[in-house]
C-alpha cells in the first residue's frame, strides 16, 4: 500500500507518468523536464507564463531546476526489488491458497513461504535464492547442477563439475556473490560516468535552450526594426509623392489661368481687326471717289493699342513661355532627399558602430608615428627608438587595441593621397616578422591595398585586382563576426560596396594599417555623404 501510495507521488500532473528528469520551478511544482518545456513553448505566443499546478504566472519564462532530491528518490524507486506482492510468485507447497514466496530452493526448483521455509532442509546442497520462477536457470545445462562459480577467461557461470572436470578446467574462476559484487562496481562506475554524462548533456540542453530563447528574441527584435525602418520609409516616400505631386498641380492650374488670361485678350484682339478688315474691304469696293477720300486714312484704322507706344506694344506681342518649362526645381530637390534616405538607410546596415578604434603602440613598427589621439599612423624616415618586444612589428604595420569577438561593427578610415597603404583585420596571433607579416600576405589577415594607384583586395598573398576605376580616399570596414563576413566600402554618394570577404573567424579580431610614405586618419564616427 505503501509504495502506491510512493507512485502516486511520483507521478508527473502533465503526463500522469512516473517523473523523468524531474525540474522544479519557483513556486515548488515538479514536472517532467520535456513536459513542462512543451507547455512553456506553448505560453511563448502570448508572453504570460504560469504553472500548470497553481497557475501562478511569472513575467519571464521562468527557470527550470533539476530537482536533486526528487532524482534520487526516482533512481531508489525505479531500482528497488520488487516485492513478493509484484512479483506474483508463490509457494510451490501451499497448493490450497496462494501464499506468497519468500525464498526458492535451487537443488528442490521449488518456491518456499515462511512456513514452508522453516521446515526445509538446511543441508549445503540445498541453496536458497530470492523468489523466482525460472529456477532450472540456475542450474548448468550440462551437469544439471547448481551454478555455483564464474569462468572470468568466458564470462560464464558454471557448476563445480564443469570447474573440475568440464570445459572451463584449468580456468580462472570466482565465487558467484565475489564475481557479481566485482561487476556491480563496474556496473556503479559505469552508472556515475552516464550520470556525469547526462547532467553534461542536460546543462548542454540548457545553453542550447537558452541560445534558441535569444535567438528569438533577437530575431523578433530585427523583425521589428526592419519593419519600423520600411514603415518609416514608406511614409517618408508618400510624403515627398505627395508633395511633388502637389507641385505640379499648383505649376499647372498657374500656367493654365495665364494662358487662359492671354488667350482671352488675344480673341477680343483678333475680333477687333476682323472688324476693321471688314470695313476696308468695303471701302475697298466702293465706286465713289469722294466716299473713299472722306473716310480716315488707313493709319487711323490701326489698332489704338498699338498707337500707345512700345511699351503696350511689346506687352501684346510677349509670349508666354512654353508650358513644358515646368518648374523642375522642387520636383530635383524632393528627389535628392528620397537618395539622402536611401543612402541613409544603406551606410546605416551596421548599427552597432561606429566602432571606437584606438592605435596600439606596443604593436606600431619603428618607422610608423601614432598621433597623441591614437587615430592617426603616418609613415616616416625618422626611426621612433621603441623598444623591441614579442608584440611589436618590424615593418610599418600597427594594430588597433580593440578587438572584435562578436557583433556587427564598422569603421572608417580616410587616406593622404600620396603612397602606398594597406587597410583590413587581423588575428592577434599573425607573425610580427617577416614577409609573411604583411597584412593580407597570411591567412591571419584580410586587406584592402593600394599600390602605385591600382586597388586590390588580399588574403593569404592571393590579390585580387579591384576592376572599378576608383581613387579611394575614404574607406568603411564592416565587420559581421558570426556571418564571418568582412566588407569594404569607398566612403562616396551613394555609398559603393567594393569586396566581402568569407570566412569563419576563429580568433578575435583587431584592426590593421601598413602604409609606405602615406598616413592614414582613423575616424572618429559616420561621415555625412
Same mark, same amino acid.
Given at each position: 500500500m505503501a509504495s502506491a501510495d510512493l507512485r502516486e507521488e511520483l507521478l508527473c500532473s502533465i503526463c500522469l507518468s512516473t517523473y523523468?528528469?524531474?525540474?522544479?520551478?519557483r513556486c515548488g511544482h515538479n514536472f517532467c523536464r520535456v513536459c513542462i518545456d512543451r507547455v512553456l513553448d506553448t505560453q511563448d505566443e502570448s508572453g504570460v507564463y504560469s504553472c500548470p499546478d497553481c497557475r501562478e504566472e511569472f513575467q519571464e519564462r521562468p527557470a527550470m531546476m533539476r530537482n536533486l532530491a526528487l532524482c534520487k528518490i526516482m533512481e531508489d524507486f525505479l531500482f528497488t526489488p520488487p516485492t513478493q506482492e509484484i512479483t506474483g510468485i508463490y509457494?510451490?507447497?501451499?497448493?490450497?491458497?496462494?501464499?506468497?514466496?519468500?525464498?526458492?530452493?535451487? =537443488?528442490? *526448483?521449488?518456491?518456499?513461504?515462511?512456513?514452508?521455509?522453516?521446515?526445509?532442509?538446511?543441508?549445503?546442497e540445498h541453496v536458497l535464492s530470492d523468489p523466482s520462477t525460472s529456477l532450472e536457470k540456475r542450474k548448468c545445462s550440462v551437469h544439471k547442477k547448481i551454478l555455483e562459480y564464474y569462468c572470468t577467461e568466458d564470462a560464464a557461470c558454471i557448476c563445480v563439475s564443469c570447474s573440475l572436470a568440464g570445459e572451463h578446467r584449468g580456468h580462472h574462476v570466482e565465487m558467484l556473490d565475489e564475481a557479481s559484487e566485482?561487476?556491480?562496481?563496474?556496473?556503479?562506475? +559505469?552508472?556515475?560516468?552516464?550520470?556525469?554524462?547526462?547532467? *553534461?548533456?542536460?546543462?548542454?540542453?540548457q545553453r542550447l535552450e537558452e541560445r534558441r530563447r535569444k535567438a528569438q528574441e533577437k530575431a523578433a527584435g530585427e523583425a521589428e526594426r526592419v519593419t519600423a525602418l520600411c514603415t518609416d520609409i514608406r511614409r517618408r516616400v508618400d510624403d515627398l509623392?505627395?508633395?511633388?505631386?502637389?507641385?505640379?498641380?499648383?505649376?499647372?492650374?498657374?500656367?493654365?489661368?495665364?494662358?487662359? +488670361?492671354?488667350?482671352?485678350?488675344?480673341?477680343?484682339?483678333?475680333?477687333?481687326?476682323?472688324?476693321?478688315?471688314? =470695313?476696308?474691304?468695303?471701302?475697298?469696293?466702293?465706286?465713289?471717289?469722294?466716299?473713299?477720300?472722306?473716310?480716315?486714312?488707313?493709319?487711323?484704322?490701326?489698332?489704338? *493699342?498699338?498707337?500707345?507706344?512700345? *511699351?503696350?506694344t511689346g506687352r501684346h506681342d510677349e509670349q508666354p513661355h512654353d508650358g513644358d518649362d515646368l518648374d523642375v526645381a522642387v520636383i530635383s530637390h524632393t528627389l535628392h532627399t528620397l537618395c539622402e534616405v536611401i543612402s541613409g538607410i544603406r551606410s546605416g546596415i551596421y548599427v552597432e558602430g561606429p566602432a571606437d578604434i584606438l592605435l596600439d603602440v606596443t604593436t606600431a613598427g619603428n618607422d610608423i608615428n601614432i598621433s597623441d589621439d591614437l587615430k592617426t599612423a603616418t609613415w616616416t624616415q625618422m626611426n621612433q627608438n621603441r623598444s623591441e618586444t614579442a608584440e611589436r612589428f618590424q615593418t610599418y604595420q600597427v594594430m588597433s587595441r580593440r578587438g572584435f569577438t562578436s557583433g556587427r561593427h564598422y569603421w572608417d578610415v580616410e587616406s593622404s593621397r600620396l603612397g602606398d597603404w594597406r587597410v583590413g583585420m587581423c588575428n592577434p596571433s599573425i607573425d610580427r616578422r617577416g614577409h609573411q607579416s604583411r597584412v593580407g600576405d597570411n591567412t591571419k589577415s584580410?586587406?584592402?591595398r593600394r599600390y602605385n594607384n591600382q586597388y586590390s583586395v588580399t588574403y593569404d598573398s592571393k590579390e585580387v585586382p579591384l576592376s572599378q576605376q576608383i581613387s579611394i580616399d575614404k574607406v568603411r570596414i564592416c565587420?559581421?563576426?558570426?556571418?564571418?563576413?568582412?566588407?569594404?566600402?569607398?566612403?562616396?554618394?551613394?555609398?559603393? =560596396?567594393?569586396?566581402?570577404?568569407?570566412?569563419?573567424?576563429?580568433?578575435?579580431?583587431?584592426? +590593421?594599417l601598413r602604409l609606405y610614405k602615406s598616413s592614414i586618419k582613423i575616424l572618429g564616427g559616420k561621415q555625412q555623404l
Open positions: 523523468t528528469d524531474p525540474v522544479m520551478l509457494c510451490t507447497y501451499c497448493v490450497d491458497s496462494p501464499v506468497p514466496a519468500v525464498r526458492s530452493c535451487l =537443488h528442490c *526448483e521449488a518456491s518456499l513461504c515462511d512456513k514452508h521455509l522453516r521446515s526445509h532442509s538446511k543441508s549445503p566485482k561487476k556491480k562496481k563496474k556496473l556503479r562506475h +559505469a552508472l556515475q560516468e552516464l550520470e556525469t554524462k547526462r547532467e *553534461e548533456t542536460e546543462n548542454t540542453v509623392e505627395k508633395k511633388v505631386l502637389s507641385e505640379i498641380s499648383r505649376q499647372e492650374k498657374e500656367e493654365s489661368l495665364l494662358l487662359s +488670361a492671354l488667350i482671352h485678350q488675344l480673341e477680343i484682339k483678333k475680333d477687333e481687326l476682323s472688324r476693321k478688315m471688314r =470695313h476696308i474691304e468695303e471701302l475697298c469696293n466702293m465706286t465713289d471717289p469722294l466716299t473713299v477720300l472722306q473716310e480716315p486714312d488707313t493709319g487711323d484704322l490701326c489698332d489704338p *493699342e498699338e498707337e500707345g507706344g512700345d *511699351e503696350d584580410w586587406s584592402l565587420l559581421d563576426y558570426e556571418a564571418g563576413q568582412l566588407s569594404f566600402y569607398e566612403l562616396c554618394e551613394p555609398i559603393r =560596396h567594393l569586396h566581402t570577404f568569407t570566412a569563419i573567424f576563429t580568433e578575435p579580431l583587431y584592426a +590593421a
